[in-house]
């Protein structure tokens, strides 16, 4: 595993913990923070002990509160076109077609880019006092790396529209009622429910849980037909060690052994 600067990364059985950790800036995403990301997804992804991954924050304040503003200062249309086109396909995109599961464990405050951070994850939990935004607007932007597109799917449109136009923040209690998180519970809670579900998602077949995942995407895809997409999932399965060890396992009424 590689030295990163502005990120921790530490493994714990088939779990790999990933904190931004800039806590002085409230974890905010700079580029070598977006690089590093990158290139640890990148890796990540060919470790096969590894079949799931968390994301949060250093201190406890902060999932991550932001993109770094400083760094916009000076750009002009094409540099901002260019910066948020890099990192929507290179980490945006990438966690959210992530082939194994992602949970973000928002530890605080989920702003901007922190919040387009957490969207791009498949499961979110959060600790009960974690505000979440996206206030790009009160700086006369809109938010670059998804989150125009995702907290519709999230939450609708009326309330996407709501939080994104009027820039303000919402509660974790909040949060759970429209759908944006999947849980608030205690601080001291939070990385030990993250774990739990990524455990109870082990038990599972790895195989039907990465094609579980493209067909999901599928869904919001302007380009693929998602129901044509779960039918050649679900065929393909039926070729898989998983599916004859799932099925023997069944009806031998033993839990099953997936590979």
């Not at 770094?68 to 890099?86: M, N, P, R, V, Y």
């Not at 957490?118 to 932007?141: T, Y």
Request: glycine share 10%; charged share 20%.
């Amino acid at each position: 595993m590689k030295t990163y600067h502005n990120i921790l990364v530490s493994i714990s059985g088939k779990t790999a913990l990933i904190t931004m950790n800039r806590p002085e800036k409230l974890n905010a995403l700079n580029k070598d923070t977006l690089e590093e990301l990158a290139s640890v997804l990148a890796e990540l992804k060919t470790v096969d002990s590894i079949r799931g991954l968390i994301l949060t924050g250093a201190g406890a304040k902060a999932f991550v509160a932001g993109a770094d503003i400083a760094e916009f200062q000076h750009l002009e249309e094409s540099e901002g076109k260019t910066l948020a086109a890099w990192g929507q396909h290179q980490v945006m995109d990438v966690l959210h077609a992530y082939p194994k599961p992602v949970v973000a464990a928002i530890n605080g405050f989920a702003l901007g880019g922190g919040l387009e951070l957490a969207m791009a994850c498949h499961i979110r939990v959060a600790v009960e006092q974690a505000k979440m935004g996206l206030p790009e607007v009160s700086l006369g932007l809109i938010p670059g790396y998804g989150g125009t597109q995702r907290l519709p799917e999230l939450v609708g449109r009326g309330k996407a529209m709501e939080m994104i136009l009027t820039g303000d923040m919402i509660g974790a209690p909040e949060a759970l009622q429209w759908g944006l998180v999947n849980h608030v519970v205690p601080e001291a809670e939070l990385l030990p429910k993250a774990a739990a579900l990524l455990d109870k998602i082990y038990s599972r077949s790895s195989q039907a849980i990465t094609a579980g995942i493209t067909a999901i995407n599928a869904a919001s895809s302007k380009n693929v037909d998602g129901y044509a997409e779960e039918q050649d999932a679900f065929g393909r399965a039926f070729s898989t060690s998983d599916f004859k060890e799932g099925v023997a396992a069944f009806l031998e009424k033993r839990p099953p052994n997936f590979s």
